[in-house]
């Protein structure tokens, strides 16, 4: 395929829209303004009717959700049977189904958080919803019925885990009861309408056969990452935006023994353990007062004082490296965090350029000699253009040569292979030939890791 062929393809999917989840009427482009919707007032009225009949049922916190959705579903299927518009049996049941989902759940969005399919739902405004599937993103019918009915969604959702979002405080972070990530902007900052972004986690957390299974990384490179896990390696996962590093943190922190106390720590609570002595911590911002809050970097003092065997921090972002790499150093080895970099010589450069941001007015020297000494490996993730995220870089925190901390890379992603016809990545994750310098304590565990899994291709050394 020619580079013209490419760049055609390219703009017939970024124009394509996806087909609708659930049942809608909206526009056939992204849900912009512009198409009338027939049933708008309609669903008003229905929707008012509704509210006025059930009245304070709809927030008894006595009712059980099941009963609360049968009674919702019956109620409505009386109010429209009532009403004077002639409809079909179609439109009737796209109409309840709507107001229920608007009701119950979080309206226009609802059947998109149900579809399995969709991973990330980005609301741009109250017209505008795109979805992402497959690692794509793809414009869909829905849409809010205006500002208002979006702000009362994203109220709705950050009401839930007792946070806020209003002028005074117009961002924030939040998560679903199913543990999605949920992030919301709403105006003065927001200018065009307030922007929703929901990052869903799958039901079931993601198990290391099935990161195997979608190319993420080969099983030889996960038994070797297993093997450090329990041989508590301090072990950072580093990559962009949507690389997947919680799911990989997730996947690594399985492999931790269930007889270990583990404390999570995070901004929204996500991670998906599955061991029985697990303590989750979760940071608060604050009120609307300016008080209360609660930092990362607090909870992870406070977990040293919890007697934890491990520390487990969903990212660090802050001066809580300093707190993290002195817990790494003083008897808490085998905690695994992650951090947004570029590369693992950038996640070097941005735990030293968080650690300063604690103020210390450490030398830079001293900083570094932290770090050597309390990461042994770095995890590198990306995302490819084909949507595809893979392992890209395991690689050892080696030591001090001068004033440099020494990496060696123990696998490295070969793009020789480049792509094929359909544009998916080909390359895989291979070994370099070097080995781990931790292998003998490892071994001194009781740990064995194959040394053929460091043999680089072709088997020469």
């Known amino acids: 395929m020619t580079l013209a062929d490419r760049l055609a393809q390219a703009r017939n999917d970024r124009t394509q829209v996806a087909s609708p989840v659930g049942a809608g009427n909206g526009p056939a482009k992204g849900g912009r303004p512009g198409v009338v919707d027939v ?13 006025d009949t059930l009245g304070p049922t709809l927030y008894d916190s006595k009712i059980q959700p099941d009963e609360l959705e049968q009674r919702v579903r019956q109620t409505l299927q009386e109010v429209l049977a009532t009403g ?3 409809l079909t049996a179609a439109d009737r049941a796209r109409i309840a189904q709507e107001i229920a989902d608007d009701i119950l759940g ?52 950050v009401a839930r885990v007792g946070r806020r979002v209003d002028e005074s405080s ?30 869903k986690f799958a039901a079931e957390a993601l198990q290391v056969d099935d990161l195997i299974s979608f190319g993420t990384l080969p099983r030889h490179v996960a038994v070797f990452l297993a093997a450090c896990v329990l041989g508590r390696s301090n072990i950072l996962v580093s990559g962009g935006t949507g690389a997947g590093k919680t799911t990989t943190l997730n996947v690594l ?35 609307i007062e300016g008080k209360g809050e609660v930092k990362i970097r607090d909870l992870v003092r406070n977990a040293l004082r919890m007697r934890p065997d491990r520390i487990v921090v969903g990212e660090i972002r802050d001066a809580a490296a300093l707190d993290m790499l002195q817990a790494m150093n003083t008897g808490h080895d085998g905690s695994i965090c992650t951090v947004h970099a570029n590369s693992p010589r950038d996640v070097v450069s941005r735990v030293e350029t968080m650690v300063l941001m604690a103020g ?33 870089h395991v ?11 020494t990496l060696q890379d123990i696998f490295v992603f070969d793009h020789r292979a480049g792509v094929d016809e359909h544009g998916r990545v080909l390359g895989e994750l291979r070994a370099t030939g070097l080995r781990p310098t931790f292998l003998e304590e490892l071994t001194a565990q009781g740990i064995q890791v194959d040394p053929a899994t460091f043999m680089p291709p072709g088997g020469q050394w």
């Open 253 to 287: 922190s399985s492999f931790i023994p269930a007889d270990e106390r583990v404390v999570t720590i995070e901004d929204a609570a996500e991670l998906q353990l599955h061991q029985d002595h697990v303590l989750r911590l979760e940071s608060r911002p604050p009120n």
């Open 39 to 51: 049933f708008g007032e309609l669903r008003r009225q229905v929707h008012t009717a509704l509210l």
């Open 106 to 157: 979080y309206g226009p969005i609802e059947p998109y958080l149900r579809d399995v399919d969709v991973t990330e739902i980005m609301v741009n405004g109250p017209h505008q919803i795109f979805v992402e599937r497959g690692g794509r993103l793809y414009p869909v019918q829905g849409q809010f019925t205006d500002e208002d009915h979006l702000r009362r969604t994203i109220d709705k959702i």
């Open 170 to 199: 117009p961002m924030v972070d939040a998560r679903l009861p199913d543990g999605s990530r949920v992030n919301a902007v709403v105006p003065p900052l927001a200018v065009d309408g307030s922007l929703l972004t929901i990052r």
């Open 84 to 86: 004077d518009t002639p």
């Open 395 to 405: 690689t050892e925190v080696v030591g001090m040569e001068g004033e440099v901390i």
């Open 360 to 392: 210390m007015d450490l030398p830079m020297r001293a900083v570094r000699e932290q770090i050597a000494g309390a990461v042994d490996l770095i995890v590198h993730q990306s995302r490819f253009r084909d949507g595809s995220r893979r392992v890209t």
